[in-house]
């Protein structure tokens, strides 16, 4: 998941990003170090980072 670089190139914060998608601090951190999240999740933190969850979930080929 690309959840850490697109928050980074947003400029926000863990807390700022747990705002904007409705779920706690912990569960954003818990995301970002895991890697891996539920749909529902993953659907509310594309919604708060204006992204597609193709452009969050997935990895560029050449990376």
């Known amino acids: 998941m690309n959840v850490q ?3 980074k190139e947003k400029g ?3 807390q700022q990003l747990a ?3 409705n779920l706690s601090k912990r569960t954003v951190e ?4 895991r890697d891996k999240c539920t749909v529902d999740n993953a659907i509310k933190l594309a919604d708060a980072l204006g992204v597609t969850l193709d452009e969050l979930c ?5 990376e």
Request: glycine share 0%; charged share 30%.
């Open 58 to 62: 997935r990895t560029p080929k050449n």
């Open 19 to 21: 705002d904007l998608s």
């Open 30 to 33: 818990q995301i970002i170090s």
């Open 12 to 14: 926000l914060t863990v």
């Open 5 to 7: 670089k697109i928050r």
